[in-house]
């Protein structure tokens, strides 16, 4: 009596022991499942998505748009969205692109090289001749001088706020003047030049009215 109830009891523990591994294996296997099925759908939107993007993207580019070119900073060479180079290949992409009505170059700029900032002028001008349904304007932020306004007038219209600072436009020279005091210790200047304004800087002769420069009000 005792082996058999021993026999039944084995087989029972074995019978539970088999239906807990299959258990455990089925859910494994849906566990399996489930997380493959996961990662199909994640990359079905992710491609649909793509998908989705790209006309979305080009839609936006076919769309009509006002471009607009910034100049910010020192207009010198070799300065990341300052030097005339990245300006004018920026203001040539604005004009060329056949959905553009309309051009604004944001200034915010104290000025720099008066060489740079032609290059800068005369590309405006040119491409506003080749393009000439294409409006051109500048909207100045907080500085507006020397340089950065050469650029401005560029354009065919400026817009500026009442704070603006627009201005400094032309070149200032400075120096000292010993004449007078040459006169009473008795010294005479001898200057030889071979040009009519070489020695125009020269502090120690008088001021030649004809070589002062000023800047015209506007």
Known sequence: MTDNNGQWERELIAKLATAALNEQRRARRWGIFFKLLTFAYVT????????????????????????????????????????????????????KDKNTQGVVVRINSPGGSPVQAQTIYDEM????????DIPLYAVVEDVCASGGYFVAVGADRIYVAKASVVGSIGVLMNGFGFTGLMEKLGVERRLITAGENKGMLDPFSPVDGEATWSTPSS
């Open 125 to 132: 001008r040119r491409l506003r001749k080749k393009y000439p």
């Open 44 to 95: 079905l939107i992710l491609v649909h998505g793509g998908r989705l993007e790209g006309p979305r993207r080009d839609r936006q580019r076919r769309q009509k748009h006002t471009a607009m070119v910034e100049v910010n900073g020192i207009i010198a060479p070799g300065q990341p969205m300052r030097a005339p180079t990245s300006v004018t290949a920026a203001l040539q992409a604005a004009f």
